[in-house]
């Protein structure tokens, strides 16, 4: 069946450098897209939603970009500050408004060095 | 405003018990929904619940049931658990079935069957 699914498991980066976390859907029908992220012993935490109908969104340190045609989606963290390790996974809008609609990664683990 | 909670936190059962989880939303929000998380299958949805009323369902066993009472308060029940139900469930809350994905995560409980 279709999924979303992240390229890499586990990203460590120096704290200060920006990261990038990538994110592969294969639903060409989706039509939005979140970002969360997970702390240790906590419930996901929304960061981030972008619409089909754009290439890229800025929020605060952060930005999402999606490229359609390869069906890509990105989340860049600009300054990566030590708060910043957590579990980070997409989710896509499948179908439909209720929640059964939207389809999870298994997330990337973002480790930060000091 | 206080977020969702979810009681209770750690849970150890055996194979053959049931279990009821608890998950009180967020004041004003009316819909609540209930995920599996697992390292091995990442989030899964369970169910949605809207005005006391099971809105959609995930793709899991009839042994999995859940209830919304009148205060949007949310139960779930697993029965006659098995050791493949070891899992961090959560519930999410948000202000309404059509509103934005804007879903906000308690933090889970942990459920281990042994």
């Known amino acids: 069946g279709e999924s979303v699914g992240l390229h890499l498991p586990t990203l460590s980066v120096q704290e200060g450098d920006n990261s990038i976390i990538n994110c592969a859907y294969s639903n060409s029908a989706s039509d939005y897209f979140i970002w969360y992220k997970q702390e240790s012993g906590k419930g996901p935490q929304f960061i981030i939603d972008i619409r089909s109908n754009m290439d890229k969104r800025q929020g605060q340190r952060v930005t999402v970009l999606l490229n359609k045609t390869v069906k890509h989606l990105s989340l860049q963290i600009a300054a990566t500050q030590p708060g910043d390790s957590a579990v980070y996974f997409c989710?896509?809008?499948?179908?439909?408004?209720?929640?059964?609609?939207?389809?999870f990664g298994k997330g990337t683990h973002l480790i930060i060095q000091p | 405003k206080a977020g969702v909670t979810q009681t209770p936190r750690y849970l150890i059962k055996t194979r053959g018990q049931q279990v009821t989880l608890s998950c009180s939303p967020i004041s004003g929000h009316r819909s609540v929904s209930w995920y599996q998380q697992t390292p091995g299958q990442g989030l899964q949805f369970l169910f949605e619940y809207f005005s006391e009323t099971q809105r959609n369902k995930g793709n899991f066993p009839g042994r999995f049931s859940g209830r919304q009472f009148s205060n949007s308060r949310s139960e779930m029940n697993v029965s006659t658990l098995e050791l493949g139900d070891s899992a961090l469930y959560l519930c999410a809350s948000r202000t309404s079935t059509l509103s934005s994905y804007e879903q906000y995560f308690g933090p889970g409980t942990r459920l281990t069957v042994t």
């Open positions: 989710a896509e809008n499948t179908g439909g408004g209720g929640a059964d609609g939207l389809t």
